[in-house]
């Protein structure tokens, strides 16, 4: 079945570097790639996503790249903040029925240091 | 706004028990999931429904049943708790236009002792 990797499961990174995440996917028929953000006792919620049709998506300082040849993508966080500490999780799916699900990576805990 | 409520944030059962996990969405949404959550794994899917009294195993569904009379209501069913299952649940709901954000609950923390 459908198998989502995701590396590294933690990341160290100075307050102002930048952090990268990671995940590759099995089903080649996948089409939409969430990225959620799980802050500490709160629940997981979505930052970004990208589907199929694009290669790279920017939402301010959080920017995610898509290569479907290599059926993986990345989630890049630049100039990062204490707040961007958390949890992130990464995910594939295939959108073509009102059934669809998706299936998440095992996740990367990011701290940043100050 | 999206609302997404667990019955219980902390729950302790004992061995062999019956025990109930409740989810209640209030955006009319049809596709309902529930997830366990533990270090190292992610977010395992354990079952999902598409529609009223519809469910579909997900990849870890043994151990567990699913319950769905209503449509913004779906309950996760413990047959006979093991310690095994101790876990974080982690329930989800989205629209069944095509796949989008799924929007979580806050979680229940089951302890079985």
């Known amino acids: 079945g459908e198998n989502v990797e995701q590396h590294p499961s933690t990341l160290s990174v100075q307050e102002g570097d930048s952090a990268v995440i990671k995940c590759t996917y099995s089903?080649?028929?996948?089409?939409?790639f969430p990225w959620y953000k799980q802050e500490l006792g709160k629940r997981p919620q979505l930052i970004i996503d990208i589907r199929s049709n694009v290669g790279e998506k920017k939402d301010q300082r959080i920017a995610v790249t898509l290569n479907k040849t290599a059926k993986h993508f990345s989630l890049h966080i630049t100039e990062t903040q204490p707040e961007d500490s958390a949890v992130y999780f990464c995910a594939a799916g295939v959108g073509y029925s009102s059934a669809s699900k998706i299936i998440f990576g095992s996740g990367t805990r990011l701290s940043i240091r100050p | 706004d999206v609302k997404v409520t667990q019955s219980s944030r902390y729950l302790v059962k004992r061995t062999g028990e019956k025990v109930f996990l409740e989810c209640v969405q209030d955006m009319d949404h049809e596709n309902m999931f529930w997830y366990r959550q533990d270090p190292g794994l992610g977010l395992r899917l354990i079952y999902f429904s598409y529609d009223v009294k519809m469910k579909e195993k997900g990849d870890i569904p043994e151990g567990y049943s699913v319950s769905r009379e209503k449509k913004e209501r779906f309950s996760l069913i413990l047959e006979s708790a093991s310690t095994n299952q101790t876990s974080m649940y982690l329930c989800a709901s989205t629209s069944a236009e095509g796949i989008h954000e799924q929007y979580f609950g806050p979680g229940t923390r089951l302890t079985v002792t």
């Open positions: 089903d080649s028929a996948s089409n939409y």
